[in-house]
């Protein structure tokens, strides 16, 4: 699960009074309206350097069995490292010990990388809601070079 730079790497809830940072939840969802609606009942969890908060990843709460990973996120400077990688199974491992029996994510049929990363970790695709980006933002979204419409949703047994 580690490497060299992961090593240095914190995970843990974010503490009471620390901020949210709000711009990394916006680079995994640009609407401010979905996350101010789902923050509130959700578990924040950063990735710390230092003193840096360089991700974030939030459990959402979906039923006493499911939990619902609804952002992950990781500072651009410090993507490809193996921060993401490292987050998801935190999330995992928590969900896990929580008691949920099932984590599902979420993510567009656009996310290559995303798809790939989850899949790579375990979680398996168990259907689509269509058209959700194209009903649920007021743009038009494009990600790799194709319009984001659907979200691909994924889960995994815990
Ligand atoms: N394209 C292809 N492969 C990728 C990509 C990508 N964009 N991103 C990560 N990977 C691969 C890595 O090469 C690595 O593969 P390996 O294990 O075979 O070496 C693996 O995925 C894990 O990579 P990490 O370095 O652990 O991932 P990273 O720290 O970059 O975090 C994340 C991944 C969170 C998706 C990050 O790229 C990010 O913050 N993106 C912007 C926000 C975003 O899109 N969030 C997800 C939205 S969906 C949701 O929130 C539920």
Redesign the pocket.
């Known amino acids: 699960m580690e490497n060299e730079f992961t090593k240095n790497i914190v995970l843990r809830k974010i503490s009471i009074n620390e901020s949210i940072p709000y711009q990394?939840l916006l680079?995994?969802?640009p609407s401010r309206a979905l996350i101010d609606n789902y923050l509130p009942t959700s578990e924040v969890y950063v990735a710390i350097l230092g003193d840096k908060q360089v991700?974030v990843y939030l459990l959402y709460p979906e039923s006493a069995d499911v939990v619902e990973?609804?952002?992950?996120?990781?500072d651009?400077q410090?993507?490809?490292?193996?921060?993401?990688?490292?987050?998801l199974k935190d999330a995992v491992q928590r969900a896990a010990a929580k008691g949920f029996k099932t984590i599902i994510?979420?993510?567009?049929n656009s996310?290559?990388?995303?798809l790939?990363?989850y899949q790579?970790i375990g979680f398996q695709i168990t259907g689509i809601k269509k058209n959700f980006f194209t009903d649920n933002y007021p743009e038009t979204l494009y990600e790799n070079g194709i319009q984001v419409k659907h979200m691909i949703m994924l889960a995994k047994q815990l």
């Open positions: 990394l680079d995994a969802d991700g990973l609804k952002n992950i996120a990781v651009e410090y993507q490809r490292m193996g921060i993401g990688k490292m987050m994510i979420g993510t567009g996310s290559i990388g995303q790939y990363l790579k």
